[in-house]
């Protein structure tokens, strides 16, 4: 066990910072496209976008610790996200580079690195929820193309994507991991339709798409046909570390900390009351050792032995942290927590985040049948 | 003794859950949320013809004459349907005005409150958000004879649609007594009550939007409102008069909150046995129930206090904020639990905004400030146990 | 709804305010078993031992709000219990006046208002567990006799009782409600062993008890062969108001709350500390709903129309506030929780509490199951 | 950067596991249980030839020289066993003469204690119940040569076993800094830390029955006990190093209070398995698998904050606080939490003695209040976020 860095990364780390002093506005502009799209000119041309992807791809050929430290002094910072399509360089790239064919490659790596595509995910149908491989979008091949007719929910931003990678049913014959298939699909291709789904805060976030007899070349078949499970389950097990979400929540608790120092409870400061600070400490604890489990999850990866555990027990914690968060932010606002506010929205808006991608009970149902080998319900 | 409902209040119940179903179905809230006060006169004025608004009000005054139980069975209806309306608001207006008003505050207003044809609320709050005497810092500038209020009263709720407000403030004699819960808060001058209406010289309403649409507060600005002694609520002891305000308050809250949290949990047990996953209503799952039966749990246990409350608002005053400070500490909790599970228990869909169980997250958000959150009730009952020890 | 007592009630809180004055001893002589005696006979004289129970059988024919009445007064002053048999006097008494023989109600009824009789009751089984009803302890009729076979388990107070009211399996052959019948067998009889279980503590609070071949003639059964589910499950309704949990409750957060006045938590006084304060108001809280909420019960059970999730909701506030005021009191000991003492030894008997009857999960899954009609698992 | 065990530390928890399950099964400690000291002489001895007990301590005294992560690894195995022994204590004592004693303390005590035969502890706390420098009010009456103490240590682990107490008192003269955490809570005096022997004139132990009975603490009473110059640990700043006895101790306790708590969740999951009600094993329903992943989410996260504090000791000492808070306060909550759980989950087996998980239910009541409790812990993280910010 070794936490110190080696001479050659703290450099880094000094490189990044340097960086940072040199290029960051202070303050940063809100939301302004012009200005993310040339931040992400500076970063590629550092290639710190798709740090970790291959050289040959664009990417930077970085590894793992580097990538740790390149996000941390990035978020301690509050810098834009490493890169613009998210989905895309999260999920999408490493699939395809790890299962695409050259002409994939080509077509969509550097595109995703510069912001060019937009990527959504369609994995989630109606009446399938936590059980995902029951999917039932069906892909029927013709000739050199696929006909699609189904139906997609929950799939964020398909509104103003430019693709989707989405898992289809190929052979409904066989059992029901065999017979699913991952596609690459051009959002622009005749016969998608996009409903919007509005979130509890009457925002867009997500939407149904649908599909009528979408045709789409088999060249944009990611794997072979039937091996869409193992596609994905493979791009799932991309960034699983926590790391990132640890640094999301200790910015939560920064924010929190802040409104802390300013609120005032029953007529004194909010933080003279014990509980709210020990509240305050119960978070710092739950997010370090997110973070730390972050770290230890990156070693297994970089020893080639990830456990499985870590999306289950990162989102169990976040789960629990999410709330927390909520309850004391609203607390403190006090009689303003029935406004509408920012604080306000983003105290509801963990729902959101904590159901997607299987609620916390499917976490606790992987734990307890996969590590603890309890028997299944 | 006797701890349940009569059968006349069973009737009662009936009839206001045939309003509700017939007049303010879940499409009706939802039209009045987009509305800028989320009230209707429409709605208000049949509710009152259909008795609920008025109940409290004695007879001589046009009212039904009726106690705090038969409210609790009224509110606990609105709650679990999550009526958009000022009934809470008007029903502590008219307490007050009953409490410690003149019989011409009384013959002016109870009747037009009773016939739904005026709205009350109470402007207590300021900007330090403490829930008590101790909050009201706004001092009137006083020629003895009139008072003159500069300045402003904060989360009123059902500010737009009042058309009289109850406001709380100070004169500039000091009092004899230590002001409120918490002596030695450096308040000044003795606590007064005054009526103003909302067409006054001088007043102005900001409203404020909500995160639960279905209810609406605002910013009352006084700028230079004269309470002159035919406003003032000065039949009785003030300090004593806003404590039960704000405790029966807390009550009213108390049981639209319950109703509320039943119906969040009525909606939520329906989902558990239609939803279907892995081969069998979600419901079966022990991880959905045990959560579900906790929540009826809470909701029953927070009936026992609350019931106990608003019959001791009738019967017993000593024992009112007691119990006031129990129900409301249990349900400013319980409830914000039972709004976080049963959004979690409904997946994805509890997240959008077409299922209406993310309504009743809200209400629960609303709730937990009104007249103390679940730590100032608790902070409360311990000064009070430690006292009567 | 109407929480005010009458006259007549009024005056008779009054005479018994008037009785503990004149006759209870202050200090109370600890355990001193010719007190409790003497204390029984003076109770016995007023009727208020099996104070319902019928007047022709030596109770005092009392109704349940003044039951209600003498059970918090008592317990307010913390006198004895009323009555020196719990068992007789709570689950056998009621069950031999509703369903046993002129015989049995002589010999049994005076004798447990008197406190000559001791009882346990015999439901558990090993490997029964919360399932009771597949109880598997056999008892075959030979003549006027029954020959009992078999095992009870977690027999409270077996070891120095004179009487246990037993189910036994008559009928393996119909289903498992039906096969069951209830017998009052004397533990002098035969053919009985007793072998105590330690408790936690090192207490030995309850027994296995063995039955190898114990007799006792038929004139012993409890209502009609095959009957037994029915005439246990009508015993365990009585008392289930909740009142007297409650009181208990109460009696724990005065004992809590003095400790708190004298306890010191960061070197000042526990009471200072925000924390333990709103802790001790939560238990309030709690216990002032059970209480109440025994009263919503108690007023069903005069109306005739129990709701049958008293037990149920009873328990589970019950484990909250057990493990509560059990982790409060540590806590407030600091580190003298590490020693042997009272108050720590009570703060590991409520496992043993809790866990009687039905675990907190069999609770939560009979309200889910029949009151919000959830299917079964 | 690497947060993993090395192969080296993995034949470590195998050796340790193995000496375990030969001389230490759980019908041993039980039989130790029983002894007056719940300590075994031959049993330490036979731990410290197998390496563990001088584990810290460095080769140059007769040890292995190890750090605290290795340490970690055999506290884990101690503490899931519920091995009784001085291990904590002494290793306590061990860093405490290591810090800041004398060549010649050094020389008379480390060899000593690497090969097990001679058992130290600290003994800090007093009536006051505070675990740091301003729970220290001891004042030793000096000539400025020999400090002679009078007075009360409480709560002193290992008391009745133990050769020689790490006393900490303060001495008759003012210090010019302020004392510890709290500035002004009145305690006068430079703190210093001495070495009292158990054969020295003047103690005497007074053993408190435990409720955990793998572990004892007892009353140390000095009745004019001298500490001359070459007893008192001199060498460094005591403040300081009191403060790290502590944060080691809080890192000891997590990780043998870890290794507990992986034992009891080990033993429930077996008994989940194994355990057949209504026809199925009870593991598979959510009301018992779900509460056991929830208390794997806890162990591990637990382990993670653990190890950096472990590390820390030995690589960054500005970091061990922290860590030692975070870690501890953790640990303090959620052992609690598994222990009544992991009791409940048996049912009616979890509270008859013959079953071994009380055993861990009482060993997680020792744990909590050992070198600060939750609440202790969690307001001492805020003071140090808020110096930090």
Known sequence: MDFNFTPEEQAFREEIRAFLDAHLPDPMPEDDPDFLRLWNEKLRAKRWVGFNWPREWGGGGGDLIRQFILKEEMSARRAPALGLDFMGLTWVGPAIIAHGTKEQKAEHLEAILDGRSHWCTGY???????????LQCRAVREGDEYVIHGQK???????????????????????????????????????ITISPIENLSGKASFNQVFFDGARTPVSNRLGAEGEGWKV???????????????????????????????????????LEDDRVRRRLSEMEIRVEAMRLTGLRHLTDQINGKPSGSETAINKLQRGILEFEMSELTLELLGSAAQHQGELQHEALAWHGTVIGGGSPNIQRNIIAERILGLPKD | MNFGFTEEQGFLRDAVRKFLDDRCP??????????????????????????????????????????????????????????????????????????AGSPAQKERWLPRFAEGSAIGTLAVLEASDLPGAEGVALVADSDGEVDVLHGEKCFVADAGCADVYVVAYRSTERSAEPSGD????????????????????????????????????????????????????????PEATLALLLDAGSIAVTAEGLGAAE????????????????????????????????????????????????????????????????????LADAFTRIGVDCVQLHGAVGYTIEYDIQLYLKRSKWARPMFGDGDHHRDRLARLSMGNR
Chains 1, 3 share one sequence.
Request: aromatic share 6%; net charge positive; proline share 5%.
């Open chain 2, 26 to 99: 879940m499409a009706e809230v939802r039209r009045l949320m987009k509305t800028p006060n989320a009230h209707s006169p429409e709605l208000w004025k049949a509710f009152a013809e259909q008795g609920s608004v008025g109940l409290l009000i004695p007879e001589a005054y046009g009212g039904a004459g009726l106690g705090w139980v038969d409210f609790v069975v009224v509110l606990e209806e609105t709650g679990r349907t999550l009526m958009p309306s000022p009934l809470v608001s008007t029903a502590l207006a008219a307490l007050a005005i009953r409490e």
């Open chain 2, 182 to 237: 918490r002596a030695g808060t450096g308040v000044g001058g003795a606590l007064r009550l005054g009526l103003v209406a909302r067409d006054a010289p001088g007043v102005r309403v900001a409203l404020v939007p909500s995160l639960d649409e279905t209810r609406r507060s605002g910013t009352l600005s006084l700028d230079g409102v004269r309470i002159g002694p035919d406003a003032r609520l000065a039949a009785a002891d």
């Open chain 1, 124 to 134: 989630s149908e109606p009446d399938v929820g936590s059980d995902l491989a029951s």
């Open chain 1, 232 to 270: 994905v389950m493979g791009a799932l097990a991309n960034e699983r570390s926590g790391i990132s979400e640890a640094t999301e929540m200790l910015q939560h608790l920064d924010d929190i900390r802040s409104l802390a120092k300013r609120a005032r409870r029953g007529g004194r400061p909010a």
């Open chain 1, 153 to 191: 929910i929950w799939t964020t931003s398909a509104h103003f994507a430019s693709h989707i990678f989405m898992l289809v049913r190929t052979d409904p014959t066989v059992s029901k991991y065999k017979g699913i298939t991952c596609l690459l699909v051009p959002m622009t291709t005749p016969g």
């Open chain 2, 263 to 330: 119906g969040a949990l009525a909606l939520t047990v329906q989902y558990a046995k239609d939803r279907v996953q892995f081969g069998s209503p979600i419901g079966r799952f022990q991880g959905v129930k045990h959560r579900l039966a906790d929540m009826w749990v809470d909701t029953e246990s927070i009936k026992s206090l609350l019931y106990y409350g608003a019959w001791a608002i009738d019967e017993r005053r000593d024992a009112v904020p007691r119990y006031a400070s129990l129900a409301k500490a249990y």
